[in-house]
């Protein structure tokens, strides 16, 4: 079992930055490729950012790419999405996930992933 723990969401305004971390405890943290995804009110949950185990392959959804940044520090059991120029569109709820020990993908789909966290909230105000 996987628990993942988001923060780091809150209120900036456009232009602005915010970093994500999503702490993990469990095991193989490691060995698992991470993800963030986020849902907008009214939307369904989409990709934002992955990063793969073993490599450190990165992956962006089109969206955010140039703008964030996903990284992971394996000793902390963290993951990280840095927000830079922030738009009023990435206004949403994001959420952590963690895929499958030793499952190597991509990660930019919701269906390769176990674990989930509970969400933090970003709001970016014009």
């Avoid at 969401?9 to 469990?26: F, H, K, T, W």
């Avoid at 009023?88 to 959420?95: H, I, K, Q, S």
Wanted: proline residues 2%; aromatic residues 12%; contains cysteine.
């Amino acid at each position: 079992q996987v628990q993942l723990v988001e923060s780091g969401g809150g209120l900036v305004q456009a232009g602005g930055s915010l970093r994500l971390s999503c702490a993990a405890s469990g095991r193989a943290f490691g060995s698992r490729t991470m993800g963030w995804f986020r849902q907008a009110p009214g939307k369904e949950r989409e990709f934002v950012a992955s990063i793969r185990w073993g490599d450190g392959s990165t992956y962006y959804a089109d969206s955010v790419k140039g703008r964030f940044t996903i990284s992971r520090d394996n000793a902390k059991n963290t993951v990280y999405l840095q927000m830079n120029s922030l738009k009023p569109e990435d206004t949403a709820v994001y959420y952590c996930a963690a895929g499958k020990e030793f499952l190597l993908v991509r990660g930019t789909r919701a269906d390769e992933y176990n674990y989930w966290g509970q969400g933090t909230q970003v709001t970016v105000s014009s």
